[in-house]
């Protein structure tokens, strides 16, 4: 009791004062308060008594966890495990045990039936066979417009208009060709620039 009172009165310029005060007070049973409902003053004694000495254990334990973590990091330093191996081996035991787990068993055989009805039914089937046809149905229309295309650009190119069309192009080649053929005769030329003499630049 003094040396909860000490901690309390810690800030204040009389700390201790009181709980000296408070020594040679008696602490008796209706100081406390009066026992819980349907409980005798016996029965909270040993209550408390047991509440007293598990909160020891619990210190105790707490102590004993503390330095077995201590002790568990002392070995994996010198074995070189990081963090991260520890935090990937504890989510892999994770996952093995979600599913080994009742629940998770459970589930995937729950699912498993519904896929099982699912696949069975006739709503499925029905649907399956209709998105089967259509897809025969559009690949066969993408087959017939290929073929369309094919064949118009066939008459296309047989047609007196493409033809005169090919023609004009064949013609305008045969020209741009043929100046640039005669654009590289006159490059040869001794004078460089074919039969025209050499301009005289002479000042006036």
């Known amino acids: 009791m003094e040396s909860a009172n000490q901690d309390i009165n810690l800030n204040s310029p009389n700390k201790g004062l009181l709980a000296d005060a408070m020594t040679d007070v008696p602490v008796d049973n209706a100081a406390r308060g ?36 201590r002790h568990c990091g002392e070995l994996k330093r010198k074995l070189g495990l990081t963090p991260l191996d520890g935090l990937k081996q504890n989510l892999s035991k994770s996952w093995h045990d979600v599913q080994v787990s009742n629940a998770y068993v459970k589930t995937s055989e729950k699912l498993g039936e519904w896929n099982d009805k699912v696949t069975q039914s006739d709503f499925y089937k029905k649907t399956q066979e209709t998105l089967s046809q259509a897809g025969q149905k559009t690949s066969a229309a993408l087959s017939n417009v290929g073929s369309v295309i094919s064949r118009k650009l066939g008459d296309m190119r047989n047609s007196a208009t493409f033809k005169s069309f090919e023609d004009r192009v064949g013609t305008i080649k045969s020209r741009v060709v043929g100046s640039r053929e005669n654009s590289t005769d006159g490059l040869h030329s001794p004078s460089g620039a074919g039969d025209k003499p050499p301009q005289d630049n002479a000042p006036f």
Not at 38 to 49: I, S, V
Request: hydrophobic content about 45%; cysteine-free.
């Open 34 to 69: 009066a026992a819980p409902q349907g409980l005798t003053l016996a029965e909270e004694e040993e209550l408390r008594a047991e509440l007293a000495k598990v909160e020891e254990e619990i210190g105790t334990l707490r102590q004993v966890l503390a330095a077995k973590e």
